[in-house]
């Protein structure tokens, strides 16, 4: 009989051991979890402050555009805008950089994850793909890269092909896509 209680107080002591064990792992992670966390919230929050003020007169402009606000004033400013951000695109990497960190951050590492998974896709070609995610429209993407408007439909239709051949599960190429498609 006292074998069994010991037996028993035995088990019980290495569970209670077990769950604590458990107990302070969750802890842990729920601490790195909220530290996580944390540490994207505010790079999102630096990020976002810093694009708002980059990019402030761009978005003021669309802004006064799409409200049917327009004077000769506000499409010389958006001609401005749209020059300044094309020479900066086309001769600095670093610009482009700064963009693709952007659809990283925004977007849970999408580029590093394409670029991962689909290393077929040329330089060209993700940047394609960036731009296509973050609302660059094909006439502005070829304005961008200096190539005609159906050059741009070849080289997406080629990038969704890539995507789709790349041996990846349906799951991501359908996620890969749905950001493409926007």
Request: hydrophobic share 30%.
């Amino acid at each position: 009989m006292e074998n069994k209680y010991l037996n028993e107080l035995t088990v019980y002591k290495i569970k209670t051991t077990e769950y604590d064990k458990a107990s302070e792992k969750i802890d842990n992670l729920t601490n790195i979890i909220t530290a996580n966390e944390s540490k994207y919230n505010s790079r999102t929050h630096i990020l976002s402050k810093l694009l708002q003020e980059k990019y402030h007169e761009f978005v003021e402009v669309c802004s006064s555009i799409s409200e049917g606000k327009t004077s000769k004033t506000d499409i010389k400013r958006l001609d401005a805008v749209l020059n300044t951000i094309k020479t900066k695109f086309k001769a600095n990497s670093e610009y482009i950089n700064e963009i693709e960190q952007f659809v990283n951050i925004s977007y849970d590492n999408l580029m590093s994850d394409l670029r991962n998974d689909v290393p077929s896709l040329e330089e060209d070609d993700c940047i394609c793909f960036m731009l296509s995610t973050i609302g660059i429209n094909i006439s502005l993407l070829a304005e961008f890269t200096g190539k005609h408007t159906s050059a741009i439909y070849n080289q997406r239709r080629k990038i969704k092909n890539r995507i789709k051949g790349s041996g990846i599960s349906e799951e991501k190429i359908n996620l890969y896509l749905s950001h493409f498609s926007r």
